[in-house]
Nanobody, 126 residues
Framework: QVQLTESGGGVVQPGGSLRLDCVAS????????MAWFRQAPGKERQFVAG????????SYSDSVNGRFTISRDNAKNTMYLQMNNLKPEDTALYSC???????????????????WGRGTQVTVSS
């Protein structure tokens, strides 16, 4: 049974930083595509960042490009999201996802992912 567990969320002031971790278990993830999505209250789930098939190509949404960095350590089955210069509009529930069959063009589509974590809340407020 594949499980994804996120951690690292919290409350931070604008301009601050957080690092989110996503630990995967119950499968082999070294060649999977992993991604972060977020959902704010009353809004649709939004792609944040992803890494294609292991240590492959990365992709970022325009709203976080240059501020967030995705990385992973396959030896630890862990994916990270370093978030810098956080803004109030980054406030959301952040979830990690893993996909085993998607192609590159699907990386930003949530329906392409097979498993999801429950999420960790990030609140950016002064």
């Amino acid at each position: 049974q594949v499980q994804l567990t996120e951690s690292g969320g919290g409350v931070v002031q604008p301009g601050g930083s957080l690092r989110l971790d996503c630990v995967a278990s119950g499968g082999r993830f070294s060649q999977s595509t992993m991604a972060w999505f977020r959902q704010a209250p009353g809004k649709e789930r939004q792609f944040v960042a992803g890494m294609f098939r292991g240590y492959g190509r990365t992709s970022y949404s325009d709203s976080v490009n240059g501020r967030f960095t995705i990385s992973r350590d396959n030896a630890k089955n862990t994916m990270y999201l370093q978030m810098n210069n956080l803004k109030p509009e980054d406030t959301a529930l952040y979830s990690c996802a893993v996909g085993f069959r998607l192609i590159l063009s699907q990386m930003q589509r949530d329906v392409a992912y097979d498993y999801w974590g429950r999420g960790t809340q990030v609140t950016v407020s002064s």
